[in-house]
Structures are given as structure tokens and as C-alpha cells.
């Protein structure tokens, strides 16, 4: 048993821990090929670390353990740079260290910061926010656009801090070579779905954001949590992601906190306007059970009006390996086709149709390969 303050917290089992160095072993690829070689070399050796491996299982339900202890430990450097494993992090250090040279340093920071390290843990979940995802969703929101009409209500389920809510405030580079959007847009995002419908930047009306944490960007402590999602050496990335934040910050959108299941009802009912509901990196995270009922409510919902949907989700077993799930062992590679899925649906008298329109790698390409169940 190990304690946090005054609570006692019970130490995971063989089983838990078996998941947990599983996650370790998927977050070391991932990570790398993501482009960050610190936290392929920080997951690589924290798969071996029993010690490192029982905080990590204190990650919240849902979240990949590895990278909840990382994110964690990356807020407390931002916090006090002045740390000797600071100098590994290109966060906080102008000309980084080698990553090889870290992993003592990262275990002895987690030993002697673990209590902090939980705390932040059970505390802040894991609400990864890339910019980069809005090149993957516009070619989606465009293609309900043009099907549901103009100013397109948006309602975004697991909305963290609202980027993607935003994002026909950004210009938009497509692989023709042609560029979409204001010339004075804060940054250019590269359009990586390919040979679908024509691509335009919609007149956006209601936004509104559900999330169970969602984070208020005018905070300094909430923003410094975002950098610390982001991987270290991913400097161009988090500049775009701040700017995104003061986007985000002028643009009126309104965040409910809560229990998306419980605040849908009340969204579709401020959202009268052509509407699409879309999710990202969430619903794959939800019990079946949640799923069955949002897909219900949005049936029941469009016996009065159409209302449309898109998604950019992995796979049910890529989640569970990431995430170091019950039933992921140490030592297996990614599931054959670990993906992102897009998908579309529209709801109407009380029924659904669904299409997936293109699998591929986490940020893309993607081929539009399939057809919207409009057509």
C-alpha cells in the first residue's frame, strides 16, 4: 500500500502492471514516430522500472498511463525549469540534451516527486489538443455543409479547450497547391484528406463545447497544462497551438462542463440552426453502453429535424493497447491497422446512416475513400 497525504492508495496488481508496461512499450513507437525521441527513450526504459510502472497505473480510466505520467511531469519542469531533467526537455531548454542520458534523471525526478506527480494525475485528465487535427476534421464539417446548409451549428463532444471549434478561423493548405482561408489567419494548416468532395471553410453559427474538464484558456495554469500534452521537441506544433489558445480566447465559443450523455439534450436544443455534432480522439474511450445511448438520443432527436455527424476515432483495439487496457500484453507490437477511422452519419425520422469515409495514420493522409451516406 502507498500513501498520497492522508489517503491510502492500493498498489496495482500483476495484471494492471502487465497493462501498464504495455502502454510503456506502445507510447516508446508511437511517441517516436510522433517525433519525439525523448519519450520514445523515456517509455522504452520506463517499460523495465517497476517503480515508474505502479505510479503510472494511478492514470485516470481512459488515459494512455505512460503519457499521463510524462504530461505530469512535464507540467512540474514548466513550473521549475531549474530541475536537472529540465535540460532534456526542448520546452525549456534552448539546445536540449541528449535524449539517452535522461532516464536516470526521469527516474529519480518521479521517485522523489511522486506524491505531486499523483496528485496532478488525479486531478487533470489527459485532453490532448492538436491543431493539426483541424486539416483532418474541415473536409468532414465541409462535406455536412454543403448537405445541411449554412451557418452550420457545431456541437463538439470532448471539446478540451475548443481548438477544433474554431476552425474556420485558420487557412488551410490543400494538395492541389491552392489555400483556403483569411490571409491574415493566425497560421496555415496542412489539409490532409485527399480526393474527396470539393473543400470549403463554412459560415459556422453556434458553438458549443461538452467536455467533463473543459479547459478555460485565459488561465495561465490551464494553458501550461496544454504545452505539457504536447511532446517536447514539437516546437513549431506548440507555437501554432498557442496561437490557436488566443484564438480560442477571442472567439465567443461557450464549454459546458459535464457528462456529454447528460448535457446533449439541452445542446441540440440551443443548437436550432443546420447542426453537426463531431467528436475526436473521445468516443473511442467511451463503454459501448455510452455509445449505444448517444447514438439513441440523436435518433430520437432527428424525429424532428436532420441532424448530421462526424468523427475522427481509432479503433476499439488500438485504444485498448495504447491505453494499456485489461487483456494488452508487454511485448506485442500495434494491432495490425492501428488507425484513425473518419466517419459520417445523418440522422433523420428517428433513423441513422452511416459511412466510413477513410481510414489512415493518426495526422493522416487520409484518401477519401467512401461515400456520405447523403449521396
Sequence with gaps: MKTQGSATIA???????????????????????????????????????????EIASHAQQGAQPAFHLLASVHFLLLDDPSQPLARFYATVSDAPAHPDGAFDHFAAFCRAQRDAILEIMATRTVQTTYVERCG??????????????????????????????TLDKYAYALDDGRTLGSPDAPFTVDCVVRDGPPIAIPQIGRRIGLDLNPLDVRDETERQWLVALSLPELRYERRRLLAALDTVSESGIELRK?????????????????????????????????????????????????????????PAAACAWHTGSSGSKAGTRSPAGITSELSLARYRNGKAEHAVISQGPIFGPFDWTGSAPWS
Design 11 to 53: 498498489g496495482p496488481g500483476p495484471e494492471r502492471l502487465e497493462a501498464v508496461r504495455s502502454a510503456f512499450l506502445s507510447g516508446a513507437r508511437t511517441y517516436g514516430d510522433l517525433g519525439s525521441p525523448l519519450y520514445r527513450a523515456l517509455c522504452t526504459a520506463g517499460a523495465d522500472d517497476e517503480a515508474l510502472l
Design 136 to 165: 483532418i476534421l474541415l473536409p468532414l464539417i465541409s462535406a455536412v455543409a454543403e448537405a445541411a446548409g449554412e451557418p452550420l451549428d457545431l456541437i463538439e463532444m470532448g471539446c478540451s479547450a475548443g481548438i477544433l471549434l
Design 258 to 314: 459535464g457528462d456529454a450523455l447528460e448535457l446533449i439534450d439541452d445542446a441540440l436544443a440551443d443548437t436550432p440552426g443546420p447542426l453537426c455534432v463531431y467528436h475526436s480522439a473521445c468516443l473511442s474511450y467511451w463503454p459501448q453502453d455510452a455509445r449505444d445511448a448517444l447514438e439513441e438520443k440523436l435518433r430520437q432527436a432527428s424525429r424532428t429535424r436532420d441532424i448530421y455527424r462526424a468523427g475522427i476515432e481509432a
